[in-house]
């Protein structure tokens, strides 16, 4: 099976240094999400992307994060600088959005996240 | 905005019982998802319901798609311990961005 994977599984970093999460999504798929899950706030999409096109990211805090994506086999999550509040799992997920109809139509694929701990 | 919320939050259960959650919409939904995460693992796709009052089941899994399109519902009949894990729904509205909300979730947690 396609998988999206994610880079690195585990973080641990100290206040103030930058983190940057990555991720290659299933080739072929047009949509691009990155979400982050905590045990307070659930699931928040914090950006997405489509066909690399930056969409919204609206969920981000804008003064130190980013999210790119450079080319059609890379999404990158940057954090400049990290907090301790910023200590979260971190999913990337892809998926092929909108399809009205076929195999796999609109369903997001997540990969296996990041979990991130700032100190 | 569209809101998604689910009911209820954690659920304990014996082996054997059934369980339920729900997920309720503010706005009229296009179509609803259901996805599963395992405890450590990731949000991984179950089902997709599309057609108002759409059921369909999944062996021991009953999805239910309100005749609205503004509710929905995952019933498990006889949880095993393999049951546990967090499920979440994701609704999208007609139009707009085709971007799923997510709700919160329902942790279930099933004592042998």
């Known amino acids: 099976d396609a998988r999206v994977t994610q880079t690195p599984r585990h973080k641990v970093t100290e206040m103030g240094q930058e983190v940057t999460m990555r991720c290659q999504p299933i080739?072929?798929?047009?949509?691009v999400f990155w979400y982050r899950q905590t045990m307070m706030q659930g699931l928040e999409l914090l950006a997405y992307?489509?066909?690399?096109?930056?969409?919204?990211d609206s969920g981000m805090p804008k003064d130190r994060f980013s999210a790119e994506m450079p080319d059609a086999t890379l999404a990158t999550l940057k954090i400049q600088p990290s907090e301790p509040r910023d200590s979260a799992v971190y999913f990337c997920?892809?998926?092929?959005?909108?399809?009205?109809?076929?195999?796999?139509?609109?369903?997001?694929?997540f990969g296996a996240g990041s979990r991130l701990t700032v100190l | 905005g569209q809101q998604v919320m689910q009911i209820p939050q954690y659920q304990h259960v014996q082996e054997g019982e059934d369980f339920t959650t729900y997920c309720n919409s503010s706005?009229?939904?296009?179509?609803i998802q259901w996805y599963k995460q395992r405890p450590g693992g990731h949000p991984v796709f179950l089902i997709q319901?599309?057609?108002?009052?759409e059921v369909k089941k999944q062996k021991r899994l009953t999805f239910q798609f309100g005749e609205a399109k503004k509710n929905s519902s995952l019933h498990i009949t006889a949880t095993q311990t393999t049951d546990v894990g967090t499920y979440f729904c994701?609704?999208?509205?007609?139009?707009?961005?085709?971007?799923?909300?997510f709700g919160r979730g329902t942790s279930l947690i099933v004592h042998p």
């Open positions: 997920a892809s998926g092929l959005v909108p399809r009205w109809t076929g195999p796999g139509a609109n369903v997001l694929t």
């Open positions: 080739l072929g798929h047009n949509t």
């Open positions: 992307f489509r066909n690399r096109a930056p969409l919204d």
């Open positions: 706005t009229t939904l296009s179509n």
């Open positions: 319901l599309v057609k108002s009052g």
């Open positions: 994701a609704g999208r509205e007609p139009g707009g961005s085709y971007i799923p909300t």
